[in-house]
């Protein structure tokens, strides 16, 4: 019999392939839903419409499960503010697109956001929001080191200015995520306008300056 194979209803079966794609994505809505804690295989289980062996047998439990989505959230997020601060450009415009590409993906993946920003799991060190945050403060902490030294600034200090920007985007989209009241590029155009100017030098109706805005 193939995996193609009809039930008795008439409805084909799904491939290995398919059916995990399938959990993934009850998995996925249930864990933004209710978290990793107040998710259970069962519920999971039920959702998608098959038993609790058949979610082991793909995944070996929830914490599996979880790793994998969480993994995929990651490397989406990663990927893009990666991309964002690629290009050879003015360190202003890649701020500006640094922070576009966070708030790009809270609005287009919100289930995933939420999943991020969540407690991992006990004993999970990696595949998290904070080990995230760390891996674009690194990309970041080497671009500031270049504009301090063109500034004439002392370049050893960028990794704090690096963690600074990093976590204040970060928690802005969070904010952001569950207040959508503001626009998305109002919300980068002012996140850049503190991040740029500064306090003692705000403007007062701060815009972006990049080609597509």
Do not use: C
């Amino acid at each position: 019999m193939t995996s193609k194979a009809s039930t008795g209803g008439g409805r084909s079966r799904m491939t290995g392939k398919q059916r995990r794609e399938q959990l993934l994505g009850v998995s996925r809505r249930l864990f933004a839903d209710k978290g990793y804690e107040g998710t259970t295989v069962e519920e999971i289980a039920a959702k998608a419409g098959v038993s609790k062996p058949v979610v082991y047998e793909h995944f070996g439990g929830k914490e599996g499960m979880y790793a994998v989505v969480v993994d995929r959230e990651i490397q989406a997020l990663l990927d893009a503010i990666t991309g964002a601060l690629s290009e050879r450009i003015h360190a202003r415009l890649l701020l500006e697109q640094a922070a576009l590409a966070l708030l790009d993906y809270i609005e287009t993946s919100p289930e995933g956001f939420r999943i991020l920003v969540r407690d991992s799991p006990t004993g999970q060190s990696t595949g998290s929001f904070a080990s995230l945050i760390s891996d674009v403060a690194s990309q970041v902490e080497h671009l500031l080191g270049a504009e301090f030294k063109i500034r004439g600034l002392d370049p050893k200090t960028a990794p704090i200015y690096a963690q600074m920007l990093v976590g204040m985007v970060a928690l802005t989209g969070q904010w952001w995520l569950d207040s959508p009241k503001f626009k998305k590029a109002d919300v980068a155009a002012h996140l850049v306008n503190l991040a740029w100017n500064g306090l003692t030098g705000l403007a007062e109706k701060p815009t972006l300056r990049g080609p597509s805005n």
